[in-house]
């Protein structure tokens, strides 16, 4: 028979739990943290109805190049003569999909490490560590530039780098707030109960550092955002006839001397309203952790 958990083991437990349950009340009580989720939301809905809501073809030419927005085109046309509407509602796509598939993958996999290391200390976390300073030394836009130039450009390809590039900073932040949690009396229990490594990761520390890690993914998240728009802005991200708001500032840069800013302008704010929103929402969880939230 299974011997019941010791009073200070239950009670740490129960605090844990009755943190976690206010974090989100005192999280989303914020100002800045409401707007920076209506923002996302809007960023959202474009990205999800703006490819039926597009009156043209991304490909379809309505007019010359660079014409003044009119009846025929709200915000103008491009290079090539295409409504830039319909690109900038068909352009969300790959900027969101891509920056949380990214920064996703990035903190998944850095979580991971960072855990791993943390609980098993010695030779893993100095190992997983080195590994981590000699990745973080290189140079994230120079790093994917070279991949892509030898494999090509294509969006897994480009996913794959930037989530890859993300996991040593997130490991390195993992693995500082989880060498704390692994000492606390509940980890030590279980412990002492023979529980598996890997069940003390998954049931005792990552539910620990549950918002330390939601603000790192949401860090993933913008600078993600920043690396496909740079990309894309250099030519080196997503490829054309596609419709990507980073492309499109690379595409029509003569614009501004054409008269016709709004197809350099228009996307440009649509990839800093995201890139804002995000920081939001993360600054209002990072605010809960630098107030004494859970770790």
Same mark, same amino acid.
């Given at each position: 028979m299974t011997a019941s958990p010791p009073t200070a083991v239950l009670a740490a &437990? %129960?605090?844990?739990?009755t943190s976690r349950g206010h974090a989100l009340r005192q999280i989303f009580s914020k100002r800045s943290t409401i707007i920076g989720l209506i923002m996302l939301v809007f960023v959202l809905l474009i990205t999800i109805l703006g490819p039926i809501l597009a009156p043209y073809d991304i490909s379809k030419n309505v007019g010359t190049f660079f014409e003044a927005p009119s009846a025929k085109a709200w915000l103008g046309t491009d290079y090539l003569g295409r409504d830039v509407l319909s690109r900038v509602l068909h352009g969300g796509v790959t900027v969101v999909t891509m920056s949380v598939l990214a920064a996703t993958l990035g903190t998944v996999l850095g979580a991971a490490l960072g855990m791993t290391a943390a609980y098993r200390r010695g030779i893993v976390d100095e190992v997983i560590m080195r590994i981590s300073d000699v990745l973080l030394a290189l140079p994230l836009i120079v790093f994917v530039l070279l991949l892509v130039a030898v494999f090509g450009h294509e969006l897994w390809l480009l996913v794959l780098l930037i989530g890859i590039s993300h996991a040593p900073q997130v490991a390195r932040v993992v693995r500082g707030v989880a060498v704390e949690v692994r000492e606390r009396e509940f980890v030590e229990y279980g412990r002492s109960l023979g529980a598996s490594g890997t069940r003390m990761v998954f049931t005792q520390i990552l539910p620990n550092i549950s918002t330390p890690l939601l603000v790192e993914y949401g860090l993933r998240i913008v600078w993600?955002? @920043?690396?496909? %728009?740079?990309?894309?802005? =250099? #030519? &080196? #991200?997503? &490829? @054309?006839?596609? %419709?990507?708001?980073? =492309?499109?500032?690379?595409?029509?840069?003569q614009s501004m001397i054409a008269g016709q800013p709004l197809s350099v302008l228009v996307p440009l704010l649509m990839i800093a309203v995201f890139a804002l929103a995000v920081n939001l929402i993360t600054d209002g969880i990072s605010s809960h952790v630098a107030r004494g939230g859970d770790a």
């Open positions: &437990q %129960a605090e844990v739990k993600s955002i @920043a690396a496909f %728009a740079s990309l894309s802005v =250099l #030519g &080196q #991200g997503v &490829q @054309a006839p596609m %419709a990507d708001w980073g =492309l499109m500032v690379n595409e029509n840069r």
